[in-house]
């Protein structure tokens, strides 16, 4: 009964900030890299950022350095994506997911075993 669930989405103005979580249950949260993947309307899905089992490495596409950090916090079976200066560009609907592997990547999504549902980010004036 493995289950991902994110929140933190919702409607946001240019250059404005959220943070995204994911809590996962039903798995060994600390044996799983989590990725953070995004898909806006008529694009392919998007590796945004990635994290180790633990917290050793990290990646980030391109478009977001600079301006999202991600973390996890084991204790609490949750990681974390904060996005600073959001752009129109950034509208999707994000997911996260988990990966049975001490490594991430952001360019493997079937490496992930267990994806959740996805919180809408919309930024826009």
């Known amino acids: 009964q493995a289950q991902l669930v994110e929140s933190g989405g919702g409607l946001v103005q240019p250059g404005g900030s959220l943070r995204l979580s994911c809590v996962g249950s039903?798995?060994?949260?600390?044996?799983?890299?989590i990725g953070w993947f995004r898909q806006a309307p008529g694009q392919e899905r998007e590796g945004v950022s990635c994290i180790s089992s633990v917290d050793i490495d990290t990646g980030y596409t391109d478009s977001v350095m600079g301006r999202f950090s991600i973390s996890r916090d084991n204790a609490k079976n949750t990681v974390y994506l904060q996005m600073n200066n959001l752009k129109p560009e950034d509208t999707g609907l994000y997911y996260c997911a988990a990966d049975l592997s001490y490594y991430c990547s952001i360019y493997n999504p079937g490496d992930y075993d267990y994806w959740g549902r996805g919180t809408q980010v919309t930024v826009s004036s």
């Open positions: 039903g798995f060994a949260f600390d044996d799983y890299a």
